[in-house]
């Protein structure tokens, strides 16, 4: 129904930048929240950062370093990443709350496949 696919990810060295896209395809009506998460080896996955109706929010580990934006014409999120540290390391995958033109009124999620992203010390 939704496809999303993930472009950016990398390897960085410590104090870098990376910019992560997410682009959003196929049967979609409305798209709402869009949002980041991330997972490392051995960790849960971790919500990044969102962009909705109600504004933006971020992890307390990355505030002030990453900015999550969106191109709603391109159906696209982004994740502008500086300052990167060996501890920002793992996939980060795309999450878009979003109806389908088959099904208008209901909401669901879609993930992207995962963008990895290695930051060396």
């Known amino acids: 129904q939704v496809q999303l696919v993930e472009s950016g990810g990398g390897l960085v060295q410590a104090g870098g930048s990376l910019r992560l896209s997410c682009a959003a395809s196929?049967?979609?009506?409305?798209?709402?929240?869009m949002a980041w998460y991330r997972q490392a080896p051995g960790n849960q996955r971790e919500l990044v950062a969102l962009i909705g109706s109600g504004g933006t929010s971020y992890a307390d580990s990355v505030k002030g370093r990453f900015t999550i934006s969106r191109d709603n014409a391109k159906n696209t999120v982004y994740l502008q990443m500086n300052s990167l540290q060996p501890e920002d390391t793992a996939v980060y995958l795309c999450?878009?709350?979003?109806?389908?033109?088959?099904?208008?009124?209901?909401?669901?999620?879609?993930w992207g496949q995962g963008t990895q992203v290695t930051v060396s010390s």
């Open positions: 196929g049967r979609i009506f409305s798209i709402d929240d």
């Open positions: 999450n878009v709350r979003a109806t389908t033109t088959t099904s208008r009124e209901y909401y669901s999620a879609y």
